[in-house]
């Protein structure tokens, strides 16, 4: 009790005997929840290294050990898969173990996945590894993990911090790639891989010793709510729940439509140019440096668009906002194509620029709008989505290696995206507003 009631005093309350300094702390102290969305962007970051590591590492892999790119993409396909239908079971783990456990233990499981190919010898070791172990660590360490820390601890701003979180995936990849392509540039794909791992071990510690479960474990309110929200209960039953949200969910027309365009927009991002951008415009002679180069570079510029996103979500009407990113995306894959050359020139440098602001652009709206039509179960029910997302982008990753195997080339991979694009802009029109109470803690 004396914890909360300091707590308070500090955060909240001016007393009349203390008038004039605690005026100046509440002008200038910064909430916990800024420290905690820090944590989480950081933690994502050291996650997110995984990410850069599949579009580098194809050839590679494909002239050590004779691996078909259809074999190596399979391993991507599992990896990407179980990233989205391990979301929403972690987020109602989340609910039972806590943030930090979870968490911590994902991070674990990446560090093993990617540290242990450094002694694989058979394919199925590396859709074990890279598969099954990085596919869980990196699905429980997915969206939903944002989705959960944002409606903990913050009911304003939530647009703004969720497009935060979501850019630290991007700036993850800026971080990385540049590295890690040097090393594989240089034959050396093991020490890439143990970086990876590494990466994600050293966030462990700040996971442990920084992040918080719920404001309450702190003693304060969420950040912008008017009143104390008690910590929930722990919840049993984690996947029960998660199962039993996604048949609710699946009753209602807005969940299939935005499923759909997440779907679409996991196929047309990490499915299809994380994946395979580096491969394509290595054959048309660009070196893979560069390349990753400009993989990077979209990361810059995502992190600008998310977070630009995140704004406009708290201001416009987040199925407009998803229609439009979803057209342009469709417009620009269109034209890729005809960009890829062997050198980088303007024309590609465009479509970088332009692409990547509307990388995952597409979060902070659909976020929002599971959280308006699902309320308290808005996390798990956007890590359905997310599976949806996943799914599609194991097909595209799967797909897109055969595609290059049987027809030499990825121009019809790139206009059957296009296309997909569109259709997900006229899907987002089509999503029913809700209005429900406003959820301050899940």
């Keep these: 009790m004396t914890q909360t009631t300091e707590a308070d005093a500090t955060a909240e309350d001016i007393r009349p005997i203390k008038s004039s300094r605690p005026r100046l702390s509440r002008k200038w102290s910064l909430h916990r929840a800024w420290f905690v969305a820090a944590v989480a962007f950081v933690t994502i970051i050291g996650a997110a290294a995984f990410r850069s590591v599949p579009g580098l590492l194809i050839d590679p892999l494909h002239q050590e050990f004779g691996w078909s790119r259809g074999t190596i993409g399979a391993a991507v396909s599992i990896n990407l898969a ?46 074990l590894c890279w598969g099954l172990l990085v596919g869980l660590g990196t699905g429980s360490m997915a969206l939903a993990f944002a989705a959960t820390v944002t409606n903990r601890w913050f009911t304003e701003r939530r647009g703004l911090v969720t497009g935060i979180l979501t850019a630290a995936s991007a700036s993850g990849q800026l971080i990385f790639l540049p590295v890690l392509a040097l090393m594989v540039e240089a034959g050396k794909w093991r020490p890439a891989a143990v970086t990876v791992a590494l990466a994600a071990l050293a966030v462990v510690p700040f996971v442990w010793l920084l992040l918080r479960d719920h404001p309450a474990d702190v003693g304060l309110k969420p950040y912008g709510a008017k009143e104390f929200v008690p910590k929930p209960a722990p919840v049993p039953g984690a996947a029960r729940r998660a199962v039993t949200v996604l048949f609710s969910a699946a009753r209602t027309g807005p969940f299939w439509l935005l499923a759909g365009t997440f779907a679409i927009c996991g196929a047309s991002t990490n499915g299809l140019i994380q994946t395979h951008f580096v491969p394509a415009a290595h054959d048309h002679g ?18 600008i668009g998310t977070i630009a996103s995140g704004w406009l979500t708290d201001r416009f009407d987040p199925r407009r906002l998803l229609a439009v990113y979803y057209a342009l995306r469709g417009v620009s894959l269109l034209f890729l194509p005809m960009l890829l050359a062997p050198s980088v020139h303007p024309p590609m440098i465009f479509f970088i620029v332009f692409y990547g602001l509307d990388w995952v652009a597409t979060v902070p709206p659909t976020v929002a709008l599971c959280r308006e039509q699902y ?4 996390a798990i029910v956007f890590g359905w989505v997310l599976a949806s997302h996943q799914v599609g982008a194991a097909l595209v990753a799967f797909l897109g290696g055969v595609a290059r195997d049987v027809f030499g080339r990825y121009d019809m991979v790139w206009y059957a995206s296009g296309a997909l694009c569109a259709a997900a802009a006229l899907m987002a029109l089509v999503i029913r507003r809700r209005t429900v109470p406003e959820v301050t803690a899940v």
Excluded: E, H, K, N
């Design 82 to 127: 179980l990233y989205g239908l391990t979301a929403p079971f972690a987020a109602a783990l989340m609910d039972r173990f806590g943030i930090r456990r979870v968490v911590a233990v994902a991070l674990i499981m990446i560090a093993l996945g990617s540290g242990l190919t450094v002694w694989m010898t058979a394919a199925w070791q590396l859709l």
């Design 375 to 378: 309320g308290d179960d808005s």
């Design 286 to 303: 660009m070196p893979v440096p560069a390349a990753a180069s400009l993989l990077a570079v979209i990361g810059v510029f995502d992190v």
